[in-house]
């Protein structure tokens, strides 16, 4: 923060020199001069950008209506740039910018950064298909930098546009293999966010896409994936190991070539089902790493993907391997969950079914226990009823239903025929003691 009123006082500078200097040279033959306050490129720029530019328009001009996809999947940067998607999003999320590169005409194609600065971004229309050449926006980083083929950082009023004077923009153009500029990538934040440091990062980024560039296989890596039949999926020729729910997910995402975001994304994967946003992010953190980083951030999309149907007739109409349905949201039941078995007590089979004839318990009665620990001593019916190994005495209520919780003991009589004290809730007949 020391370095702050500095700041505010060179944006007080250069506000003085632009409200000097763009009248005057709005005047046809104005010639501009060089002040120790402006640079004279700068200068330059504002002269010729005038006779074109209104510098009271509020935002750039749009390309073919924002579409530019196609071109952005067909650019030689396309490669290299999604290859380093994850470092420019945390660098322009964590510190405070917003990223962007354009093509060798100053189209933006791509952009990254957090919600707060890509909206502050989109009111001056710095987002993809927005024009960012020294003809259609004025003097800024990146028409200077495809102009001079050099890197170029413009900061507040020394942007043509008035609109841009809350800015700082740090560019380098990408030059490829035959020394021609491809575009130009940008890190631009606040003014009051300027820091010597991000130039530095903006040519390290810049060589890095550079060297990639020099090393890049003519065919890059392509995403086979399978939907019809026995579902799978082909990454560079190798088969992955995914789970039905991954490929669940990447084919929405082959199905959108705009990508998704992580909202509608996960929306359309399981609907009104309440799942935890932690439990999403696990799915496309695993996904990212089976496919190595071809995955790009939000707006989520796989790299060049390539959606195969199966030819031929599949096992079922829509099914895949184990009765899956790609894209269905179902899931197997999960097995019931079982408590731990108490000492003293024969449960049921695990299967969950009751010996004896059809209909021997009545409805919404539990299978019996038979109680195969001690009795009370002298209570010679109720010994040989719990010592029979084949025949289980019901539980009955014992004690009137209003006499606090209800408690279950064996009955003596060992069966339900006769009784009559399970539905109405009252002692048993055939309880010892009862009579």
Not at 24 to 31: A, E, I, K, Q
Not at 70 to 92: D, K, M, N
Request: aromatic share 4%; glycine share 10%; hydrophobic share 35%.
């Amino acid at each position: 923060m020391s370095q702050r009123p500095d700041l505010m006082q060179r944006r007080a500078v250069l506000e003085h020199e632009w409200s000097r200097w763009v009248p005057r040279l709005s005047v046809p033959g104005t010639r501009p001069g060089g002040t120790a306050a402006l640079r004279h490129e700068v200068s330059e720029s504002w002269a010729r950008s005038l006779g074109s530019v209104d510098p009271g328009r509020d935002s750039a001009p749009v390309t073919d209506d924002g579409r530019v996809h196609q071109r952005w999947t067909s650019s030689p940067l396309y490669g290299p740039v999604s290859a380093l998607a994850g470092e420019l999003h945390s660098i322009a999320e964590d510190a405070g910018f917003v990223s962007a590169v354009t093509d060798e005409s100053g189209t933006i194609l791509w952009t990254c950064g957090g919600p707060t600065m890509r909206r502050r971004a989109e009111r001056v229309n710095f987002a993809p298909g927005g024009r960012w050449d020294e003809q259609a926006m004025g003097t800024n980083a990146l028409s200077l930098a495809l102009r001079t083929g050099r890197p170029s950082s413009v900061f507040s009023a020394e942007h043509l546009v008035s609109a841009l004077h809350g800015w700082v923009c740090y560019c380098a153009p990408v030059h490829g293999r035959d020394g021609s500029v491809l575009g130009v990538l940008d890190l631009s934040t606040t003014w009051d966010r300027s820091h010597p440091l991000a130039m530095s990062i903006v040519r390290t980024l810049v060589s890095t896409i550079e060297a990639r560039l020099t090393t890049e296989v003519s065919r890059p890596a392509r995403l086979r994936l399978t939907c019809l039949g026995t579902e799978r999926a082909v990454h560079d020729g190798r088969s992955l190991p995914l789970r039905p729910r991954q490929l669940e997910i990447l084919t929405l995402l082959a199905l959108e070539p705009d990508g998704f975001s992580p909202e509608r994304l996960r929306a359309a994967l399981y609907g009104d089902r309440p799942v935890t946003a932690s439990t999403f992010k696990a799915e496309i953190s695993h996904l990212r790493r089976a496919l190595g980083g071809a995955i790009s951030p939000p707006p989520l999309r796989p790299h060049r993907p390539r959606v195969l149907r199966r030819r031929g007739r599949p096992a079922r109409a829509g099914a895949g391997r184990h009765g899956h349905r790609p894209g269905s949201l179902r899931r197997p039941a999960p097995a019931p969950l079982r408590g731990p078995r108490r000492r003293g007590v024969a449960h049921p089979p695990r299967s969950g079914g009751t010996r004896g004839r059809p209909g021997q318990h009545p409805p919404g009665t539990r299978p019996a226990l038979r109680r195969t620990g001690p009795v009370r001593r002298g209570d010679t019916r109720a010994r040989a009823a719990a010592a029979r190994p084949r025949r289980r005495a019901p539980r009955h209520l014992a004690g009137p239903a209003d006499d606090g919780p209800a408690r279950l003991t064996a009955c003596a009589s060992g069966t339900l025929r006769g009784c009559r004290a399970v539905s109405a809730r009252q002692p048993c007949a055939n309880l010892p003691g009862a009579q």
